[in-house]
Every structure is written in C-alpha cells, then in structure tokens.
C-alpha cells in the first residue's frame, strides 16, 4: 500500500472512533453535565442556577445548550474529516487510473 493509501485508513478509522467512541461519550457527559451543572456557583459571586430558577428548568436550559453546542461542533468535526477522506479517495483513484497499464497496439512488440 502508498502512503496514500495508508494515510486514507487512517483518516477512516478515526471517522468510526468518532461514530462509535466520541459521539455516545460525549452525550453521557452531556447528560451528566445537565443535571451537576445547576447546583455549581457562577462567575462574581453569582447564585447556582437551582436559586434563581426550578430544578427541572435549569436542567433543561443547560441540557439544550450543551446539545447545541455538541451538534454543531461534532457536525463540523465529521464534516472536516469526510471531505479529507473524499479528496485522499480522489488522489488513489487518479493514481490508481494514471498507473495502468496499456497494451501496446504495435505490430512490432
């Protein structure tokens, strides 16, 4: 195998670690994240969220927003890594086509 070739699984690989690993890890967090977050003081001197607002909408609110945030960082990441892994296809395949090899149609071989 080129090193194309090799750099192309790699970059396949990480795109299913990502499917598999980071994506149902990152949810678990999220959710645990969800229901800490609240009790947790804020920035200059601020009350815990549980102070100014019901326990269940403060759950909500941050469950949201790290949601959010987790769709559209992850759609970005995966994106990046799709469009690397098409232009390596595009460069094995233009290798692939430029090295064949070509009968000779000379009646002199």
Same mark, same amino acid.
């Given at each position: =195998? ?18 598999? !690993? ?7 967090? #999220?959710?645990?994240?969800? *229901? ?7 920035? #200059? #001197?601020?009350?815990? =969220? ?15 927003? *790290? *949601?959010?945030?987790? *769709?559209?960082? =992850?759609? !970005? ?30 009646? !002199?071989?």
């Amino acid at each position: =195998m080129s090193e194309i070739e090799k750099e192309l699984d790699k970059k396949k690989n990480a795109l299913n670690r990502i499917y598999k !690993f980071n994506v149902p890890i990152s949810i678990v967090i #999220g959710v645990l994240y969800s *229901f800490i977050y609240p009790y947790i003081p804020r920035k #200059g #001197g601020r009350p815990p =969220m549980i102070e100014e607002m019901e326990y269940i909408d403060a759950i909500t609110e941050t469950a949201i927003l *790290f *949601f959010i945030l987790l *769709f559209f960082s =992850m759609y !970005f990441i995966i994106n990046k890594k799709k469009k690397k892994i098409e232009e390596l296809e595009r460069e094995v395949y233009v290798k692939n086509k430029n090295t064949k090899q070509y009968k000779s149609v000379s009646k !002199f071989d």
